[in-house]
């Protein structure tokens, strides 16, 4: 391993709103923005609104759009509205329900928290939706996501094949700046993805806390228990 070049782990900041919020975190150093678009989330907008967001990126940092359980035509809206946008499944959705939107996509999974984490076949999982491109880590919780909850890291077999830890793997769920590093040393995954942990209140991103988050990361890819 050589330290002078360590793993670069990419980064998600997901359930912006505002376009200052989107600023920050671009500046911060984000390469991917996540718009939630699902309409019961606190954090929602509309494929209207995700495009003008959208808008803001610069090249190389790259708009996700997350549904759940959506119909097939309000996907195909926010694919119109942000054409060029990587797709995030985070609600029942089945590997024929991913592969129907004919673009790349991210499958979340969404694991117990406590003891029933360890229940989890997520090697079943990953092989079930082996088209995807990424599967996000995230805990089971009330509302699909972004509820500030971390599940068992200790629970997986990182190591194993199919997961393929080294790119194939996007922690979240309760992801902020203090627990960044012992969560990417634990996991050793290609991205991670964080909402509620940089926010003020949801939907409304804390920019300070988005360039803590970012710093804590960069130190995780520069620790030597991080793999180059």
């Known amino acids: 391993m050589d ?33 939630v678009l699902y309409p019961k989330s606190p954090r ?22 997350l549904f759940v359980n959506a119909s097939p035509e309000f996907i195909a809206q926010g694919i119109q509205a942000v ?17 129907a939107s004919g673009r790349p996509f991210i499958r979340a999974a969404r694991i117990p928290t406590g003891d029933a984490g360890a229940a989890f076949d997520l090697l079943k999982y990953a092989q079930d939706f082996a088209a995807a491109q990424a599967i996000l880590l995230d805990a089971h919780v009330d509302g699909y996501g972004g509820g500030g909850q971390s599940f068992d890291w200790t629970a997986f077999p990182w190591s194993h094949p199919l997961l393929n830890a080294g790119y194939r793997l996007v922690l979240s769920g309760g992801l902020d700046a203090a627990n960044a590093i012992d969560g990417i040393s634990r996991v050793r995954p290609w991205a ?30 520069a620790s030597p228990s991080c793999p180059a």
């Open 3 to 35: 330290f002078k070049t360590p793993h670069r782990t990419r980064i998600k900041i997901c359930g912006l709103t505002r376009e200052a919020d989107i600023d920050a975190a671009v500046q911060a150093g984000a390469d991917a923005i996540g718009f």
């Open 44 to 65: 929602f907008v509309s494929p209207e609104r995700a495009a003008a967001l959208a808008a803001r990126l610069p090249a190389f940092v790259t708009p996700v759009l």
């Open 83 to 99: 054409p060029h946008a990587l797709l995030q499944f985070h609600g029942d959705e089945t590997p024929a329900d991913c592969v």
């Open 192 to 221: 991670v993805d964080v909402s509620s942990g940089v926010e003020v209140s949801k939907g409304i991103k804390d920019h300070e806390k988005i360039h803590r988050f970012v710093a804590a990361v960069r130190a995780a890819d």
